[in-house]
């Protein structure tokens, strides 16, 4: 019996990959003038940007534990294993929860084999190691194999991302207040990271064509073989910039692939329109 893999939407897979690779899916919700949706099943990412440019900051919230509790008793019921590959639990709480409704299960069906692995990363950061851990899957690799991937690939996932106002994580709570510096006012443009699963702005830039330049400088000095890898973009409402950075990218280094997708409804919640995030192995 193959190895299930289950993540959720913060991974900032489309709905298709999950239907066409078996992998099962966890929404985390969005909250739009108190109407819940299901990120990624009933709510698409534009319709959350347009919101925002309205000028209504959408609420998020994290995977139901209902749900956890409905597919894991499953799960165990079917005697399958499986591993959840998890946002990182810096940024929310749904790891927390998938834990603690596992030991509720597990009280019931001790021998229940799943594992919960916080990746400490977000967005296509994690959605890179959930696409290598379904392949692996299909492949029939041991659970101790898939796990093994899913660690290296977590511990050396480099996040590095751009935002057009920082205001929409500070007033998100995902940096702090001191960290949204000037900004729009002279088109000052952040660089972050991910730092032990926490965002963490670096550096300021002025201007975006020399912010995306800068980018391309810290994938060289960060990254490792890249011409070897799978490296990953999403963006927010901004595809056409996604498309020149992968042009940039693909003449630089040379990479097997550049995989581009959209940032979903619950990360852009936070990130605002006009992000571009770029991942890859260091």
């Avoid at 492949?139 to 590095?160: F, G, Y």
Wanted: charged residues 25%; hydrophobic residues 40%; glycine residues 6%.
């Amino acid at each position: 019996m193959t190895v299930k893999i289950l993540a959720d939407s913060a991974c900032d897979l489309p709905l298709n990959f999950y239907n066409e690779n078996n992998v099962v899916l966890f929404p985390l919700k969005v909250q739009i003038n108190d109407q819940d949706y299901e990120d990624v099943k009933t709510i698409d990412p534009k319709t959350v940007y347009d919101t925002i440019r309205s000028g209504v900051v959408p609420k998020t919230s994290q995977v139901s534990p209902l749900l956890f509790e409905e597919v894991f008793t499953e799960m165990a019921e079917k005697n399958e294993e499986g591993i959840y590959i998890a946002f990182s639990s810096e940024l929310s709480g749904t790891y927390s929860t998938a834990v603690m409704i596992l030991d509720q299960v597990k009280e019931k069906y001790p021998d229940f084999q799943l594992t919960i692995v916080d990746t400490k990363c977000a967005s296509l950061g994690a959605g890179l190691v959930v696409m290598e851990a379904a392949k692996l899957s299909l492949q029939n690799a041991t659970k101790e194999e898939i796990l093994a991937d899913v660690s290296k690939r977590c511990k050396h996932m480099e996040h590095i991302f751009t935002v057009e106002d920082l205001d929409y994580l500070a007033k998100g709570g995902r940096v702090s207040k001191a960290s949204a510096f000037l900004g729009g006012l002279l088109n000052i443009k952040p660089i972050l990271n991910m730092e032990e699963g926490k965002l963490v702005p670096i550096e300021k830039i002025r201007g975006q064509k020399k912010v995306f330049r800068r980018i391309i400088e810290i994938m060289k000095e960060r990254g490792s073989r890249l011409d070897e890898q799978i490296i990953g973009i999403s963006h927010a409402d901004t595809e056409a910039t996604a498309l020149e950075v992968k042009e940039m990218i693909m003449n630089e280094f040379h990479p097997k692939e550049v995989y581009i997708s959209s940032i979903g409804s619950a990360i852009g919640s936070h990130t605002g329109p006009g992000t571009i995030s770029i991942f890859f192995l260091h």
